[in-house]
């Protein structure tokens, strides 16, 4: 009986150690996953607000270009309100730095094909726009030829545009290999998938060129002499000058303003003229936030495209890319 009843009580002590090891890992899981929890929570709610914050900044930029807008919707400079950076700006615990980019100050890659009217696809190249990239890849030092491969990109065939372009053929040889995008060009860094860019090459261009939907403007208040004469044949580095000139002093309220100067100031003819101010303006609808939010020791740092809408009075964001976050 001795026997059996040390053996019982060795059992149960046995059972009841067993039983304590079971609840302490089932404890260990338990708190493991509230740490878990507790972290995932933490880091939801440390995004919302960060992404609150952005969405804070990107509202504050769309206000201050409604806001000069309503000042003056016949034109957009460098001296308005818009223009004007913003520096460690302090919103609570967080500081801003941002800045807006005009972005009709640059040649529009996406027109060089033209949009039918029927379609949202490109169809035909727009002749006036090719000269223009011609003339600005001169200026630049940058073989013409780089072109066509921009043409057969954007148009929607398959054909090549001359032996210099680039179709499907070319790039399923390519390791990885994919195909033409047969459409506009969404993002500038996607010229790294096209034949004859490269790094240098998209650097050299890339302060002058920009893709947006097809149908932009260059804004001749803010445009820079290289943008300038790649606009006409008749703009050289004396008429540029002036044109930027009479910009900074003055700028232009309209086109009519504008085309007076053409005429009476540079003695430019009507057709010349025409020519002109069929690829210019005098206000812009496309622009960039570029901006950087930090907290305590940590940063990130977005873009965000803006345009203003047909109807002319209201703003739209679009297109936000994250371009780099972390610890200062």
């Known amino acids: 009986m001795f026997y059996y009843y040390r053996r019982s009580v060795g059992s149960a002590i046995f059972s009841t150690l067993i039983l304590l090891s079971v609840v302490s890992s089932l404890v260990l899981i338990i708190i493991n996953n509230n740490q878990k929890i507790y972290k995932i929570t933490e880091r939801y709610e440390s995004n919302s607000k960060i992404l609150f914050q952005i969405a804070s900044v990107e509202d504050f930029a769309i206000d201050m270009l409604r806001s000069n807008l309503s000042k003056n919707s016949y034109s957009s400079n460098h001296h308005q309100e818009w223009g004007q950076p913003i520096i460690k700006f302090p919103v609570g615990p967080y500081l801003i730095d941002s800045k807006l980019l005009d972005l009709d100050t640059k040649l529009n890659i996406n027109n060089l094909i033209k949009k039918n009217q029927y379609s949202i696809y490109p169809s035909d190249i727009d002749y006036a726009q090719l000269q ?179 109807d002319n009075d209201s703003f739209e964001k679009y297109n936000r890319i994250i371009k780099k976050f972390g610890s200062l």
Do not use: C
Not at 270 to 287: A, G, H, M, P, V
């Open 132 to 310: 223009s990239f011609i003339r600005l890849f001169n200026l630049l030092n940058i073989d013409r030829n780089k072109i066509d491969s921009l043409i057969d990109w954007i148009d929607k065939d398959s054909e090549m545009y001359s032996s210099y372009g680039a179709e499907d053929r070319y790039y399923i040889q390519k390791s990885p290999s994919y195909r033409a995008a047969n459409n506009y060009i969404s993002d500038i860094d996607e010229l790294f998938l096209i034949k004859g860019f490269d790094r240098e090459i998209i650097a050299k261009i890339k302060p002058y060129v920009t893709a947006l939907p097809s149908g932009n403007l260059v804004n001749i208040n803010t445009a820079n002499e290289i943008v300038l004469r790649s606009l006409h044949s008749v703009i050289g580095p004396t008429f540029s000058d002036e044109i930027t000139k009479r910009a900074k002093e003055k700028p232009f309220h309209n086109m009519n303003e504008f085309k007076n100067f053409l005429k009476k100031q540079l003695r430019l003819n009507d057709r010349d003229i025409n020519q002109i101010s069929s690829l210019t303006t005098t206000k812009s609808k496309n622009y960039a936030m570029e901006a950087k939010i930090s907290y305590i020791k940590y940063f990130i740092e977005f873009e965000t495209l803006i345009y203003r809408k047909k």
